[in-house]
């Protein structure tokens, strides 16, 4: 498997992983206009090399897109981890168990819930 697989996963649990195939960057204002299609209120941040997040849940669907850097989210219920670079989408249903770990180079994300 390569280190940046296929367009769509779909991973167990409802669990989707959509992957930028192109070498130009997702624009912030499509993904802005994707939350914002859906009624939903897009929120940006940032983090610094090597940032932690233990592993939590939401009671929402978490959806994320990252548009700088690179974050690894680790999905402890599946045993499986999945890498995110810029312009990739990462969806989570409700209730489910994550944690993160910021890449060498930080990460910033634009994310909402529904």
Avoid at 46 to 62: C, D, L, R
């Amino acid at each position: 498997m390569s280190d940046h697989p296929s367009y769509h996963e779909a991973l167990p649990r409802g669990i989707e992983v959509l992957r930028w195939p192109h070498k130009h960057p997702l624009p912030e204002s499509e993904i802005v206009a994707f939350f914002e299609s859906r009624d939903l209120t897009p929120s940006r941040w940032s983090n610094g090399p090597g940032e932690v997040y233990s592993v939590h849940t939401h009671n929402y669907q978490k959806t994320l897109f990252c548009v700088k850097g690179s974050i690894l989210f680790s999905l402890p219920d599946l045993n499986q981890d999945v890498a995110l670079r810029p312009g990739d989408r990462l969806t989570l249903p409700p209730g489910t168990r994550h944690g993160a770990k910021v890449g060498p180079d930080g990460v910033t994300c634009i994310e909402a819930g529904d």
